[in-house]
């Protein structure tokens, strides 16, 4: 970190930062320039709030050099490989994840179950608690689609993963549940954040709607900070100031960019971001060539009846066009 001192500084003013630089355990290194006199702080400044420096009257402008997420920083070549079931997240795979936005009844979810399977597709999604927008739009069968997974998962030996809304709910869903879903509402959920970084499942953490990329990644730190380093990224979309035509905007950006920053694998919802059904496979197909290690598509057996999101649901023969396109794709940047 560094601290550029505005001119005109006391001699007494430097002692008396640098006697706070000190208190905090780190050191410093005081350089002369021709207008400005430069602190160099020397040691791990993650802890450090560079915001509280501007407290002392002498400080013009702070600059942070180590990111304050040293746990999700990329500082070797190394990537962490999430396990999930038969999937390898982040090992140079495209895992995709298939399922409806919610439960509905046995019959549909077994259905799209049996697809997964027959195209090797072997982790699918599952809404049991549904944040959603309106308390009186459809919340999830809650319990009862916790019996339709076990059934289903047993079946046919799937990895399930569920959004997880509340930290009180993580007793009730632990069982059934492989990968817990934190979403875009929910991201900044600390104590849920938290709670998730005590445990050794994975957990599909999501950007928020209106989060930096910085937030994100300090959202993720919570849960490395606790211990639990299986942490799989989602780009779902953020608000930008056009939205007329699709419900969020998605980053392709992000892509790379986690990529650059982190050593967390990256998946992508493109059925969150478009909010229509119609932009899911070019959306995707650009995902995976940005280097995404995954996608999570919201599959309904009739999207015009779905109790929830069934405007952005692809029907079951669409999602295997688009999981067929998306492989053919993968398997032509591989050999490039
Ligand atoms: C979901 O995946 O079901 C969901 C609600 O997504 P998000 O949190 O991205 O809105
Ligand atoms: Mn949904």
């Given at each position: 970190m560094i601290i550029k001192l505005k001119p005109r500084t006391t001699i007494n003013e430097i002692s008396h930062l640098t006697e706070y630089i000190v208190s905090l355990g780190l050191s410093l290194q005081t350089i002369e320039g021709t207008s400005h006199i430069v602190i160099n702080i020397l040691g791990d400044t993650s802890k450090i709030d560079a915001k509280s420096f501007y407290a002392f009257e002498c400080v013009d402008e702070v600059v942070r050099i180590q990111k304050p997420y040293p746990k999700v920083s990329?500082?070797?070549?190394q990537k962490t490989i999430v396990t999930v079931g038969q999937a390898n997240i982040g090992d140079g795979s495209l895992t995709i994840i298939g399922g409806p936005c919610a439960i509905e009844d046995f019959e549909s979810f077994d259905n799209i179950a049996k697809t997964l399977v027959e195209y090797n597709l072997t982790i699918m999604r599952a809404g049991v608690f549904k944040p959603r927008t309106s308390p009186y739009s459809f919340q999830g069968l809650g319990q009862e689609a916790l019996d339709i997974i076990k059934a289903v998962k047993d079946k046919y030996n799937l990895a399930i993963v569920s959004e997880i809304t509340d930290k009180l709910q993580f007793e009730l869903l632990e069982p059934y549940i492989d990968v817990f879903q934190v979403g875009a509402r929910n991201m900044q959920n600390y104590e849920l954040l938290k709670a998730l970084g005590n445990i050794n499942k994975p957990v599909l953490l999501k950007r928020g709607f209106s989060n930096t990329i910085d937030e994100w990644l300090m959202s993720a730190e919570y849960i490395l900070a606790g211990g639990n380093k299986n942490i799989i990224l989602c780009e779902r979309g953020i608000r930008t100031f056009d939205n007329t035509y699709t419900r969020n905007t998605l980053d392709i950006s992000s892509i790379p960019l986690i990529k650059k920053l982190t050593h967390l694998p990256i998946i992508v919802d493109p059925s969150h971001a478009a909010g229509r059904w119609d932009l899911i496979e070019d959306l995707s197909l650009a995902a995976v060539a940005a280097g995404a290690d995954g996608l999570l598509i919201e599959v309904h057996q009739n999207p015009q009846t779905a109790l929830s999101d069934g405007a952005q649901s692809l029907k079951i023969e669409k999602f295997i066009e688009l999981v067929k396109k998306c492989r053919k794709l993968k398997q032509c940047l591989d050999s490039i």
């Amino acid at each position: 970190m560094i601290i550029k001192l505005k001119p005109r500084t006391t001699i007494n003013e430097i002692s008396h930062l640098t006697e706070y630089i000190v208190s905090l355990g780190l050191s410093l290194q005081t350089i002369e320039g021709t207008s400005h006199i430069v602190i160099n702080i020397l040691g791990d400044t993650s802890k450090i709030d560079a915001k509280s420096f501007y407290a002392f009257e002498c400080v013009d402008e702070v600059v942070r050099i180590q990111k304050p997420y040293p746990k999700v920083s990329k500082t070797s070549p190394q990537k962490t490989i999430v396990t999930v079931g038969q999937a390898n997240i982040g090992d140079g795979s495209l895992t995709i994840i298939g399922g409806p936005c919610a439960i509905e009844d046995f019959e549909s979810f077994d259905n799209i179950a049996k697809t997964l399977v027959e195209y090797n597709l072997t982790i699918m999604r599952a809404g049991v608690f549904k944040p959603r927008t309106s308390p009186y739009s459809f919340q999830g069968l809650g319990q009862e689609a916790l019996d339709i997974i076990k059934a289903v998962k047993d079946k046919y030996n799937l990895a399930i993963v569920s959004e997880i809304t509340d930290k009180l709910q993580f007793e009730l869903l632990e069982p059934y549940i492989d990968v817990f879903q934190v979403g875009a509402r929910n991201m900044q959920n600390y104590e849920l954040l938290k709670a998730l970084g005590n445990i050794n499942k994975p957990v599909l953490l999501k950007r928020g709607f209106s989060n930096t990329i910085d937030e994100w990644l300090m959202s993720a730190e919570y849960i490395l900070a606790g211990g639990n380093k299986n942490i799989i990224l989602c780009e779902r979309g953020i608000r930008t100031f056009d939205n007329t035509y699709t419900r969020n905007t998605l980053d392709i950006s992000s892509i790379p960019l986690i990529k650059k920053l982190t050593h967390l694998p990256i998946i992508v919802d493109p059925s969150h971001a478009a909010g229509r059904w119609d932009l899911i496979e070019d959306l995707s197909l650009a995902a995976v060539a940005a280097g995404a290690d995954g996608l999570l598509i919201e599959v309904h057996q009739n999207p015009q009846t779905a109790l929830s999101d069934g405007a952005q649901s692809l029907k079951i023969e669409k999602f295997i066009e688009l999981v067929k396109k998306c492989r053919k794709l993968k398997q032509c940047l591989d050999s490039i």
